[in-house]
């Protein structure tokens, strides 16, 4: 399965734009790069997910470069409610793609 | 219910104490995991269900978990004398399909357990 690196933690001012970079450089074709964020005492949250476009929903905007062994979770005015820790995930292909290893992520804290 | 429901929120044993932790999924989401995670760590992959079978048990630590899906729905993960390295937050998520790879795991609050 392809590995992520993320920085151990980041830190934003709120009303800011918060850059989260993750690293995938063994991403194969057709491997599929997810976020999913855990608020303090919850489940994890799915957020966003692309393959090659940059995507955007209601929560963030995902871009992914061109190489696709680089993609960068945007949240573009954090909030407090946003402090979380943030997962880059490389979903698998083929008959293991059921299954998402999370790492240990980014922890965000946004500050007032 | 609207989400994912699990059962106990917390539960606190004493070595070697069986214990239950009981998942509820989305109706109507076919597939069903569990994932552990310890404190101040990523959440570790235990097992995954499509229907009621478990195509995936490779992330069972031991002999002494086992998990088990009735009617496609409820799923209960049994950890039999329970060990203080068992000391976990439990987490469950259900998926509306598996196999497709946008599908989107939607996860419970967990269980928090502790083993003293």
């Known amino acids: 399965d392809a590995k992520t690196t993320q920085p151990t933690s980041m830190d934003c001012a709120e009303g800011r734009a918060a850059n989260l970079p993750c690293n995938h450089s063994t991403i194969s074709g057709n491997e599929y790069v997810y976020w999913y964020r855990q608020i303090h005492s919850q489940g994890p949250q799915y957020i966003i997910h692309g393959l090659k476009n940059n995507e955007t929903n209601e929560m963030a905007s995902l871009i992914i470069t061109e190489d696709r062994k680089s993609s960068t979770l945007i949240l573009p005015h954090a909030t407090l409610r946003d402090t979380a820790v943030y997962y880059c995930?490389?979903?698998?292909?083929?008959?293991?793609?059921?299954?998402?290893?999370f790492g240990k992520g980014t922890l965000l804290t946004v500050n007032p | 219910g609207a989400g994912v429901s699990q059962s106990p929120s917390n539960k606190v044993t004493e070595k070697g104490k069986d214990v239950e932790l009981r998942c509820d999924p989305i109706?109507?989401?076919?597939?069903l995991y569990w994932y552990r995670q310890s404190l101040g760590q990523g959440l570790e992959f235990l097992i995954y269900?499509?229907?009621?079978?478990?195509?995936?048990k490779s992330g069972l630590p031991s002999d002494r978990f086992s998990a088990e899906r009735t009617g496609g729905s409820v799923s209960t993960l049994t950890i039999q004398r329970t060990q203080q390295e068992d000391s976990a937050v439990y987490l469950c998520a259900s998926s509306l399909l598996a196999g497709v790879v946008t599908g989107e795991l939607f996860f419970g609050e967990g269980s928090r357990l502790t083993v003293l």
């Open positions: 995930i490389v979903r698998p292909s083929g008959g293991s793609n059921y299954k998402l290893t």
């Open positions: 269900f499509q229907g009621n079978s478990a195509p995936d």
């Open positions: 109706s109507g989401h076919t597939a």
